[in-house]
């Protein structure tokens, strides 16, 4: 039996190799956190792994936590580091913490996971009892009922997802493995990609499946990174170069490798084919949805506001710009000609109520959708001089997200 300080190391171990499914099978928590019998190691790896990147969302302490909290830092770090796959230096840095801060947050986090692991699969754990043997259909059943799921809970979020820093997040995590087998990684474009209409973790779990299986069977090669953009797509194709770099596999164990990533993608509607060289797999084709993204200029001299209208935004279809100053805003509306423009009343120098005018009067700005976002009770003026809306503060998430949605074109 383990120690709880030994259970708390076994956490961040497995943290570390969170997207290495093969570490993870023999794993002692893959054991005592999804005990049951019936399972492969290899779904017991694949559960461990959900299991963990779950629990991290029972750090976050809500919208009313206060950005820079130690609870809203800890929850923040563990998005960073282990959902996104930015590495410790560039955590750090988005915190705004030394390395050494980072460090010390981060084993408070883990200690945090594991308290909550520890107490609902070890000291809240019931005596084993007979697991029922499934047949093997039954398994793959309940298995693709797990991923429907998965796939279901993701869709609901709305999100537009950036598909760069997903790449950067999946090459982070694999850049231990890419060195181990002497691969490098070359990019065949230069071009900014457009956002993808698909959540941002299933994204990065279908990418990281297929790079996955291209490091662990290739050796002393180059992966080329191409893209092909058209009207409603976009395909990423990485391939090995040159192919005869794939070490011959067994067949079983190629289609083992491929089923996670495939099974995702075919799940989220998302085309992805695998590119063969006789009877090795030697690279892929994603075909992924583009969508258009709505462009937000939100208008506030309190910086608590910007960055809580940025979070609101970020998990839907509109990209937020700030602007702290009626110059500054004026400037932003009329170069970036943004879909529609949050307005805080109380702005330093020059008031809302002037930078509305100016916006409503000037032709550069006059047919962009104005919402006026304040503390006073002015909803019937702002409506008479021209406001396209009116949000009282504090504003939640889900009123912006409406009155944006209310605009036509919306």
């Not at 956190?33 to 792994?49: G, K």
């Amino acid at each position: 039996m383990l120690s709880k300080a030994e259970f708390t190391d076994q956490i961040a171990d497995a943290y570390e190799h969170l997207y290495d499914l093969v570490y993870l099978r023999p794993h002692i928590l893959a054991e005592l956190i999804v005990p049951d019998s019936a399972l492969s190691r290899q779904e017991r790896a694949w559960r461990l792994h959900h299991v963990l990147l779950d629990v991290i969302e029972e750090l976050n302490p809500g919208p009313q936590a206060p950005a820079f909290s130690h609870e809203w830092r800890r929850h923040r770090l563990m998005v960073l580091r282990y959902m996104e796959g930015l590495d410790a230096q560039s955590v750090a840095d988005q915190l705004a913490i030394s390395r050494r801060h980072y460090y010390r947050e981060q084993k408070t986090a883990i200690e945090a996971v594991a308290d909550i692991l520890w107490d609902r699969h070890i000291v809240g754990s019931p005596a084993p009892e007979h697991t029922p043997q499934h047949s093997e259909e039954q398994t793959s059943l309940d298995r693709l009922e797990l991923l429907r799921l998965e796939v279901a809970r993701a869709a609901q979020v709305n999100r537009l997802t950036q598909f760069e820093d997903v790449l950067q997040g999946v090459i982070s995590l694999l850049q231990k493995r890419l060195r181990q087998h002497r691969l490098e990684l070359e990019r065949e474009f230069q071009e900014p990609l457009p956002d993808i209409p698909v959540d941002r973790n299933l994204l990065r779990q279908i990418f990281l499946g297929i790079l996955g299986y291209l490091v662990e069977h290739a050796e002393r090669a180059t992966i080329r990174l191409g893209v092909q953009a058209a009207e409603a797509s976009v395909k990423i194709t990485l391939r090995v170069d040159p192919p005869a770099a794939i070490r011959p596999a067994p067949a079983a164990r190629v289609e083992e490798g491929l089923l996670a990533p495939e099974e995702l993608a075919a799940l989220a509607h998302i085309l992805i084919h695998p590119l063969r060289a006789g009877a090795s797999v030697v690279g892929f084709e994603v075909e992924l949805p583009t969508a258009p993204c709505h462009t937000i200029l939100v208008v506030d001299d309190n910086e608590d506001v910007l960055e809580l209208f940025q979070r609101y935004l970020s998990t839907q279809q509109f990209h937020a710009i700030t602007a702290k100053t009626a110059e500054d805003a004026l400037e932003k509306a009329c170069r970036l000609q943004p879909y529609a423009i949050t307005l805080d009343l109380m702005m330093p120098q020059q008031d809302g109520w002037d930078l509305l005018q100016t916006l409503l009067i000037q032709p550069e700005t006059r047919h962009i959708p104005v919402i006026v976002c304040s503390v006073l009770k002015q909803k019937d003026l702002a409506l008479a001089l021209g406001a396209a809306g009116f949000l009282e503060k504090p504003i939640t998430e889900q009123a912006l997200l409406s009155a944006l949605k209310q605009l036509d074109g919306a």
